[in-house]
């Protein structure tokens, strides 16, 4: 048994799928003592905010200024004016306001806003142009208009009294406050989803259950399959006939189209995490079964369990003792590939909107199917769902690296 | 001498087939048969003859497609589980290959103990059942204290089969059926084996019933040979008529084949 274990960690395919999975549980287990937050509390007013630190401009403007002296102008020019817009304004000045191209730098913004606004003339020349084009320089011309401006902003409150407002302060383009002052701030690492959710702690919360979802599944279909297995291959005769037939017969039903039917004919309310990863089990277990009762039926008449049989133990203890043991290796790898498709078949069953149900817990599939149908990857949202696809391929790729590795300690022959 | 013997395991038209249609084989084909009391009785044929067949059905190991098997005069009844226990008492083997007779997941301690369970031993104190064991063990020239907590794939295969015959020593069963008990062991450590064999049936006076292939081992420790060919007895009788004169071909071939140190092999007759 130890011997086994060492050569389990010797192996490098298992060591790195092993630790790849304990990094992930590592992590859903621990996050959650460390970020104290309701993972399905909808905390943006809005759907997809971008990933970011969010700081409380309230919060801001009052608290403590600090005055640097940082060239805040391009800082900001860069930001207001993008690539597409430089370079259509260098077309402009080299082919219509008689720039050469050598003098302009789209890099440097200011000198490019510079010779911009000396030869810009909406009126002149500008043959071979389309009108649409023309127009856009015109408002492109208008949207520079006072960008170079460097005005104080001025803060002012309504009196309460009158109605009037009154100034109460200025703030300086060249102010700054430091985020740590700002006492209401919140990062979100990954954003925002549609609902307005802390997509990082949801998927953290999400992959939590998924893994319930899977280990649970797994489970119900392991013990199916060894259950069935052990019973057909050890008493053989008619119950294997009869075992082997369902067996076949659930073999050559497509599960998938069986997981869609049994969960739809649930009903939208009944259906939970867990009758989802039961459901999943129930329909997963035949392959385990095959393998099972291959097995046992070459066990059965080895020497070591005719001599038990001899030693008088019962059919119970020798199923248990003489060949239980000989297929635990195997069990296990069939085990961890019944997880890692466990969590698999739930975000297919989610994405086609027949996963859980429940609006108080969060699958991965059912994020995927949220984003999905929020349009996520239409609008650029990529951290609504990518993350969560890493999510899912990382812990399939890790139980299938662990089993990869498990089956290479225990068939020799596949050993490289 | 035999015949006032009383009779041990006798078998009338005994018959075992596997499958049915055209795959239908018939293994063991209406064999008579009747092993007496402390005797020693080898089954020798070729392989595929049917002797493991045959060796498994008298242990109730597989059922008997016709005929009759009379344990101590009586038709033997193992309809049920708890008739099958109690017949084993009365019938233990030993099997051919030691490395895997044994379930290498239980230590040997858990293979002694269960024999004296079987026996009715199991609320006797450990210190008794640990003389037991101690006791055994040294029947068969093994030291219990080496062995104890150890699992049986640290020993080797001679220890094993020794171990094997320690565990018939603690069971003592009318009958031991011994199948080819030795040809996976060397030569030195065969005769060991045998010689606690025979030690062990002038000790409890049990029947052996000796498979095996080899007729010059068969001549060497039985009081009556069975030849066996093709799933059917060809000729028995006591080893010495059987094998210093053989009647049937069959015999005559089996014992041409055994190879002879100062002859030169007549590979032509094989």
């Given at each position: 048994?130890?011997?086994?274990?060492?050569?389990?960690?010797?192996?490098?395919?298992?060591?790195?799928?092993?630790?790849i999975f304990?990094?992930?549980?590592?992590?859903?287990?621990?996050?959650?003592?460390?970020v104290?937050?309701?993972?399905l509390?909808?905390?943006?007013?809005?759907?997809?905010?971008?990933?970011?630190?969010?700081?409380?401009?309230k919060?801001?403007?009052?608290?403590?200024?600090?005055?640097?002296n940082?060239?805040?102008?391009s800082?900001?020019l860069?930001?207001?004016?993008?690539?597409?817009?430089k370079?259509?304004?260098?077309d402009?000045?080299?082919?219509?306001?008689?720039?050469?191209?050598?003098?302009?730098?789209?890099?440097?913004?200011?000198?490019l806003?510079?010779?911009?606004?000396?030869?810009y003339d909406?009126?002149?020349?500008?043959?071979?142009?389309l009108?649409?084009?023309?127009?856009y320089?015109v408002?492109?011309?208008?949207?520079?208009?006072?960008?170079?401006?460097d005005?104080?902003?001025?803060?002012?409150?309504?009196?309460?009294?009158?109605?009037?407002?009154?100034?109460?302060?200025?703030?300086?383009?060249?102010?700054?406050?430091n985020t740590?002052?700002?006492?209401n701030?919140?990062?979100?690492?990954?954003?925002?989803?549609?609902?307005?959710?802390?997509?990082?702690?949801?998927l953290?919360?999400?992959?939590?259950t998924?893994?319930?979802?899977?280990?649970?599944a797994g489970?119900?279909a392991?013990?199916?399959?060894?259950?069935l297995?052990?019973?057909s291959g050890?008493?053989?005769?008619?119950?294997?006939?009869?075992?082997?037939?369902?067996?076949?017969?659930?073999?050559?039903?497509?599960?998938?189209?069986?997981?869609?039917l049994i969960?739809?004919?649930?009903g939208?309310?009944?259906?939970?995490?867990?009758?989802?990863?039961?459901?999943?089990g129930?329909?997963?277990?035949?392959?385990?079964?095959r393998?099972?009762?291959?097995?046992?039926?070459?066990?059965r008449?080895?020497?070591?369990?005719?001599?038990?049989?001899?030693?008088?133990?019962?059919?119970?203890?020798?199923?248990?003792?003489?060949?239980?043991?000989?297929?635990?290796?195997?069990?296990v790898?069939?085990?961890?590939?019944?997880?890692?498709?466990?969590?698999?078949?739930?975000?297919q069953l989610?994405?086609?909107?027949l996963?859980?149900?429940?609006?108080?817990?969060?699958?991965?599939?059912?994020?995927?199917?949220?984003?999905?149908?929020?349009a996520?990857?239409l609008?650029?949202s990529?951290?609504?769902?990518f993350?969560?696809?890493?999510?899912?391929?990382?812990?399939?790729?890790?139980?299938?690296?662990?089993?990869?590795?498990?089956?290479?300690?225990?068939n020799?022959?596949?050993?490289? | 001498?035999?015949?006032?013997?009383?009779?041990?395991?006798?078998?009338?038209?005994?018959?075992?087939?596997?499958?049915?249609?055209?795959?239908?084989?018939?293994a063991?084909?209406?064999?008579?048969?009747d092993?007496?009391?402390?005797?020693?009785?080898?089954?020798?044929?070729?392989?595929?003859?049917g002797?493991?067949?045959?060796?498994?059905?008298?242990?109730?190991?597989?059922?008997?497609?016709?005929?009759?098997?009379?344990f101590?005069?009586?038709?033997?009844?193992?309809?049920?589980?708890?008739k099958?226990?109690?017949?084993?008492?009365?019938?233990?083997?030993?099997?051919?290959?030691?490395?895997?007779?044994?379930?290498?997941?239980?230590?040997?301690?858990s293979?002694?103990?269960?024999c004296?369970?079987?026996?009715?031993?199991?609320?006797?104190p450990?210190?008794?059942?640990?003389?037991?064991?101690r006791?055994a063990?040294?029947?068969?020239?093994?030291?219990?204290?080496?062995l104890?907590?150890?699992?049986p794939?640290?020993?080797?295969?001679?220890?094993?089969?020794?171990?094997?015959?320690?565990?018939?020593?603690?069971?003592?069963p009318?009958i031991?059926?011994?199948?080819?008990?030795t040809?996976?062991?060397?030569?030195c450590?065969?005769?060991?084996?045998?010689d606690?064999?025979?030690?062990?049936?002038?000790?409890?006076?049990?029947t052996?019933?000796?498979?095996?292939?080899?007729?010059?081992?068969?001549?060497?420790?039985?009081?009556?040979?069975y030849?066996?060919?093709?799933?059917?007895?060809?000729?028995?009788?006591?080893?010495?008529?059987?094998?210093?004169?053989?009647?049937?071909?069959y015999?005559?071939?089996?014992?041409?084949?055994?190879?002879?140190?100062?002859e030169?092999?007549?590979?032509?007759?094989?």
């Open positions: 048994m130890k011997n086994t274990l060492r050569q389990v960690f010797h192996s490098p395919k298992f060591v790195i799928g092993f630790s304990a990094l992930i549980l590592l992590t859903v287990i621990i996050y959650p003592l460390v104290i937050a309701d993972p509390e909808m905390v943006g007013n809005g759907n997809f905010f971008k990933p970011g630190t969010y700081v409380s401009v919060d801001a403007v009052e608290g403590t200024h600090y005055t640097l940082i060239d805040v102008q800082g900001s860069d930001n207001k004016i993008s690539s597409s817009d370079d259509d304004m260098k402009w000045l080299i082919k219509y306001g008689g720039v050469a191209e050598a003098d302009i730098n789209v890099n440097d913004v200011e000198s806003l510079g010779l911009w606004q000396t030869h909406p009126d002149a020349d500008q043959t071979g142009i009108a649409s084009k023309k127009k320089y408002r492109l011309n208008n949207s520079l208009n006072g960008i170079l401006e005005n104080d902003v001025i803060i002012a409150k309504e009196n309460s009294e009158t109605g009037e407002l009154e100034q109460t302060g200025t703030i300086a383009s060249k102010e700054f406050v740590k002052d700002v006492a701030r919140r990062t979100f690492v990954l954003g925002t989803d549609n609902f307005g959710r802390d997509v990082l702690t949801e953290l919360d999400a992959t939590k998924s893994l319930r979802v899977g280990l649970i489970v119900v392991t013990l199916i399959g060894l259950f297995g052990l019973l050890y008493l053989g005769g008619m119950v294997d006939n009869i075992i082997t037939f369902i067996t076949n017969l659930f073999t050559v039903i497509p599960s998938f189209i069986l997981l869609i969960s739809y004919s649930v939208q309310a009944a259906r939970g995490v867990n009758l989802v990863a039961t459901i999943i129930l329909t997963s277990w035949t392959w385990t079964t393998s099972v009762r291959s097995q046992v039926i070459s066990l008449n080895r020497d070591h369990v005719n001599l038990s049989k001899l030693s008088g133990h019962s059919m119970m203890r020798i199923v248990l003792t003489d060949i239980l043991p000989y297929i635990a290796s195997y069990v790898m069939a085990f961890i590939l019944q997880i890692s498709s466990g969590i698999l078949a739930e975000a989610s994405m086609l909107g996963g859980p149900s429940t609006s108080t817990t969060a699958t991965l599939g059912l994020m995927m199917n949220w984003a999905n149908l929020y996520a990857p609008n650029g990529w951290w609504a769902y993350p969560v696809v890493i999510m899912i391929a990382l812990i399939s790729f890790s139980l299938n690296l662990m089993n990869t590795g498990l089956d290479q300690i225990f020799p022959q596949l050993r490289d | 001498m035999s015949d006032k013997r009383a009779s041990c395991l006798k078998g009338n038209g005994v018959t075992k087939v596997f499958g049915f249609g055209d795959k239908k084989t018939v063991v084909n209406n064999v008579d048969f092993f007496r009391e402390g005797e020693i009785v080898s089954i020798v044929g070729e392989s595929g003859s002797k493991t067949t045959l060796s498994k059905m008298l242990l109730g190991l597989i059922s008997v497609t016709e005929g009759e098997v009379l101590q005069g009586k038709p033997r009844d193992i309809s049920t589980g708890q099958k226990r109690e017949y084993w008492k009365g019938i233990q083997a030993i099997f051919q290959d030691p490395f895997s007779s044994y379930n290498m997941f239980n230590k040997i301690d293979v002694l103990l269960d004296i369970n079987m026996r009715g031993g199991k609320s006797l450990y210190e008794k059942k640990f003389e037991m064991m006791e063990c040294s029947f068969v020239n093994l030291e219990f204290k080496e104890t907590n150890k699992y794939f640290e020993l080797s295969g001679g220890q094993m089969q020794r171990l094997m015959i320690a565990r018939i020593f603690l069971l003592k009318k031991l059926l011994a199948d080819e008990p040809s996976m062991i060397d030569a450590s065969r005769a060991t084996i045998l606690m064999l025979l030690k062990l049936r002038d000790e409890i006076n049990m052996i019933i000796f498979i095996t292939h080899d007729i010059g081992l068969a001549y060497y420790i039985s009081d009556s040979v030849i066996m060919e093709h799933g059917k007895f060809v000729e028995h009788g006591k080893a010495e008529d059987v094998i210093l004169h053989p009647k049937a071909a015999t005559q071939r089996l014992i041409n084949d055994v190879p002879k140190i100062y030169e092999w007549d590979l032509s007759t094989v």
